[in-house]
């Protein structure tokens, strides 16, 4: 792992799995359990076209890099600076097998 992506990943998150518990009327129960906490790189993605933007989309999205992690899958968020950022696109590119990408969508 070279030290220049060591050096980039300077923002701290808590990584968090969401839980398949029910509520008592069998509901999701929006619950999340701690997952552990990594250095990452975070910077933000500006949609191409505004206008054409569903509504998900419009959502503030970031893209997170950080060093490959197992467990890191679409049920995951991420707590960066009090914002929870949902995982909505997983890269890994198999010619640098130490990264990870991921695209996040922050939750309001």
Not at 83 to 93: K, P
Request: proline residues 5%.
């Amino acid at each position: 792992m070279s030290a220049e992506f060591l050096g980039m990943l300077r923002e701290r998150v808590t990584i968090e799995h969401r839980l398949g518990n029910r509520d008592a009327l069998g509901g999701a129960s929006g619950r999340y359990a701690y997952g552990g906490a990594a250095w990452v790189a975070v910077s933000p993605l500006i949609p191409a076209d505004l206008t054409a933007a569903d509504s998900l989309s419009a959502m503030p999205r970031w893209q997170v890099t950080m060093r490959k992690r197992e467990g890191i899958d679409l049920r995951t968020r991420l707590v960066w600076r009090g914002r929870f950022l949902g995982v909505r696109n997983i890269n890994s590119d198999p010619r640098d097998p130490a990264r990870m990408v991921l695209t996040c969508e922050e939750a309001r």
